[in-house]
């Protein structure tokens, strides 16, 4: 064999592989299948870079398609993100197709809405608050067997549940955009709860780094506010470890 045969099950996870072990301990390189994503702060550096990576690929056997290729960009898109020297925000075809999703019908068009609005839930400030109303449509249209009863989303649908749709469009509409975190100068975190979510930002110099959420369940909804206050801070806090670890922080 010289080519993976298509469809074999195991193909992507072998390739995954084979592409982490060549090219995996640079620290300048982005790996996913067969999208490689190189990082590079000058032109020169950049060029330093290619020539590692075309050795690595040439030692191993491996060619590039000419075509698939692009160099030197000031920015990429890469996994639904664009990335430019400063930030990363969502990429504007996947925003185009949240914004024009049109009201759900179905139980699957929810759900489906709301798993790629939900992709881009570190760029929207208390996410799981504000996605809250569709979500509980969601738990309400299971039936007894705990099956969906998939015509009931457009029975229920309320003002609720529209100004909710409209609020997710309109926040990722406005590409929000998060800064790459610098770590020669200090962070800050700043947290929330509600009655129903907590959530927290990480910033630098009033820039959000990266935006996280979750929503509270079972006994958490009974706390006092004091306690979902701190739950608010440590949930954050952990979700944020691998870039606030060993780093100056404001709280």
């Known amino acids: 064999w010289k080519r993976v045969a298509f469809g074999l099950s195991n193909a992507p996870a072998s390739f995954q592989r084979l592409m982490h072990f060549e090219l995996g301990d640079l620290p300048f390189v982005r790996i996913y299948l067969d999208d490689v994503l190189v990082f590079s702060p000058d032109e020169k550096t950049h060029l330093e870079h290619l020539r590692v990576i075309f050795e690595r690929l040439r030692s191993a056997n491996l060619t590039l398609a ?32 949240i914004t024009t999703w049109p009201v759900p019908e179905t139980t699957m068009e929810l759900r489906s809405f709301l798993g790629l609005a939900g992709y881009y839930r570190k760029f929207i400030d ?75 930002v990480l910033e630098q110099d009033g820039r959000p780094v990266g935006y996280f959420s979750r929503s509270l369940t079972g006994a958490q909804l009974n706390w006092p506010t004091y306690e979902k206050e701190a739950y608010a801070l440590l949930k954050t806090l952990d979700f944020f470890h691998h870039f606030i670890i060993g780093y100056p922080l404001e709280v």
């Open 126 to 200: 208390n996410y799981s608050a504000r996605e809250r109303p569709l979500r509980e449509l969601l738990a309400a249209c299971k039936g007894m067997d705990g099956k969906d009863d998939v015509g009931r989303v457009q029975e229920l649908w309320s003002d609720d549940h529209e100004a909710t749709f409209m609020d997710l469009k309109t926040a990722l509409a406005r590409l929000p955009y998060l800064m790459y975190p610098d770590f020669g100068r200090q962070f800050q975190i700043f947290t929330d709860a509600s009655d129903y979510a907590v959530g927290g």
């Open 66 to 97: 000419p075509d698939k290729c692009d160099f030197g960009q000031p920015e990429v898109e890469y996994l639904g993100h664009v990335f430019d020297e400063v930030g990363m925000k969502p990429a504007r075809s996947k925003v185009s197709a």
